[in-house]
């Protein structure tokens, strides 16, 4: 069964601290992964995509990073501030040209000051 | 201003009735799509549409209809079938099968 499981669910960290959340998944076939950041309230918003080929890629302060052969992936955030607290969602696209998205359930991130 | 939208922000539907939610997007894209989204849980696909005049069932989509008369809007009718229809919904619209763009979300509460 096609899955993303994201963890921890919920994280408080102070403001200027990192944090990184994970993503595990078993989505087969593999196409891409998407992670999605969605204030309280609004619509997500697209963060980073990565192919089966990328291990890396940046988005300002935040990296995401892929192990495609374990089937993880990490965001990175960097410098916390204030307006990163939301939820960050992992999404994985099936490799059969599928319009269909699975969706992790989220890890809402809360930065205090 | 390029973009996708959804009215209205908040809607308050009565036992028995339907309500129907907008979705309108100025993005030329091909496809559009429905979620629905519940605190705790990832989004679930309620229907999505891949051209003008055609649309496929998601995951969840007994007591939801959904129409796509033309390419800018993906209207979705919440009908009294739908048992428990209290939830987010956010529309999206994509250029076939790329990242998916949501709108901002409509938020229906049965009284």
């Known amino acids: 069964k096609n899955q993303v499981e994201q963890s921890p669910q919920s994280l408080i960290i102070l403001e200027g601290k990192n944090c990184t959340l994970q993503?595990?998944?078993?989505?087969?076939?593999?196409?891409?992964l998407r992670w999605y950041k969605q204030d309280t309230g609004r619509g997500p918003v697209s963060l980073t995509i990565?192919?089966?080929?990328?291990n890396t890629k940046s988005n300002g302060r935040y990296t995401a990073t892929l192990d495609a052969d374990t089937k993880q992936s990490s965001l990175h955030i960097t410098a916390s501030q204030l307006s990163d607290s939301a939820s960050y969602i992992c999404?994985?696209?099936?490799?059969?040209?599928?319009?269909?998205?699975?969706f992790g359930s989220g890890t809402r991130l809360l930065v205090r000051p | 201003d390029g973009g996708i939208t959804q009215s209205p922000k908040y809607l308050f539907r009565k036992e028995g009735q339907n309500v129907t939610l907008s979705c309108e997007q100025n993005?030329?894209?091909?496809?559009m799509y429905w979620y629905r989204q519940d605190p705790g849980q990832g989004l679930r696909l309620i229907y999505y549409?891949?051209?003008?005049?055609?649309?496929q069932k998601g995951d969840i989509a007994e007591g939801y209809s959904v129409s796509r008369e033309k390419k800018e809007s993906f209207p979705l009718t919440v009908t009294s079938a739908q048992k428990n229809p209290t939830a987010f919904y956010l529309c999206?619209?994509?250029?076939?099968?790329?990242?998916?763009?949501f709108g901002p979300g409509t938020r229906l509460t049965v009284l």
């Open positions: 999206a619209s994509s250029m076939r099968t790329n990242t998916q763009y």
């Open positions: 993503c595990n998944y078993t989505v087969s076939p593999f196409s891409n």
């Open positions: 549409s891949q051209i003008v005049n055609d649309f």
């Open positions: 999404v994985v696209s099936p490799g059969d040209s599928s319009y269909k998205l699975i």
């Open positions: 993005l030329n894209h091909d496809a």
């Open positions: 990565m192919t089966f080929s990328e």
